[in-house]
């Protein structure tokens, strides 16, 4: 079975500093991978996704993943963080042997300090 | 456009009540998926269904949950005699069709309390 793990349960960022979220999968092919963001009281928001192709993928809001098979990760980045990025980061597989439903990883919190 | 909405958006029950949650996806999106957030157990599938093809109920974690869609649109998720451990918030998302390669559009989500 697939399964995504999340590192870090909390992260405290500064302000205009960079940011990375780590996201691990497991799953015996190429999985299909996600990034959402939870702001508070809000649903899951699709950041960006991942099927094939260039290993460097760009999302909404400057963030932007790269998949690495060898170790498979598919981390998510932003070179600055600006306050309204506090909020919780979900890394998410979808594959075709689980029919058409996400696994997701348990979620960073971000804090962003000023 | 109208996102996906649910209601209500919090909901306190007494242990052992029944209680139905809302969800109304975006129009013309024939997938819906339900979802639970909860503490240590992190976001989990429920139930997703597509057209009118028989739904997967895999994620179901018991009996007391079940789900239904009516008219191709709406769905109401329902849960017998809650038990404490259903404390969760419930998402509901839609896609245009059914497939991790199809975004899912996630609605504001039911917090659920049972008392």
């Known amino acids: 079975a697939q399964s995504v793990t999340q590192p870090d349960i909390h992260i405290t960022v500064s302000e205009g500093a960079s940011l990375e979220l780590r996201c691990n999968y497991s799953?015996?092919?190429?999985?299909?991978l996600f990034w959402y963001v939870q702001s508070p009281g809000q649903g899951l928001q699709l950041l960006l996704k991942y099927f094939s192709g260039d290993t460097l993928v760009q999302g909404i809001k400057g963030f932007e993943a790269e998949f690495k098979r060898s170790q498979s990760s598919f981390n998510l980045r932003k070179p600055s963080v600006h306050w309204s990025d506090a909020a919780e980061y979900f890394c998410?597989?979808?594959?075709?042997?689980?029919?058409?439903?996400?696994?997701f990883g348990g979620g960073t919190r971000v804090l962003v300090k000023p | 456009g109208a996102g996906v909405s649910q209601s209500p958006s919090n909901k306190v029950t007494e242990k052992g009540k029944d209680v139905e949650l809302r969800c109304d996806p975006i129009s013309g999106h024939t997938a819906l998926y339900w979802y639970r957030q909860s503490l240590g157990q992190g976001l989990e599938f429920l139930i997703y269904?597509?057209?009118?093809?028989?739904?997967?109920k895999s994620g179901l974690p018991s009996d007391r949950f079940s789900a239904e869609r009516t008219g191709g649109s709406v769905s109401t998720l329902t849960i017998q005699r809650t038990q404490q451990e259903d404390s969760a918030v419930y998402l509901c998302?839609?896609?245009?069709?059914?497939?991790?390669?199809?975004?899912?559009?996630f609605g504001p989500g039911t917090r659920l309390t049972v008392t």
């Open positions: 998410a597989v979808g594959a075709e042997a689980a029919g058409n439903k996400l696994t």
């Open positions: 799953y015996g092919a190429t999985p299909y």
């Open positions: 269904f597509q057209g009118n093809s028989a739904p997967d």
């Open positions: 998302a839609s896609s245009q069709v059914a497939g991790y390669r199809y975004e899912q559009y």
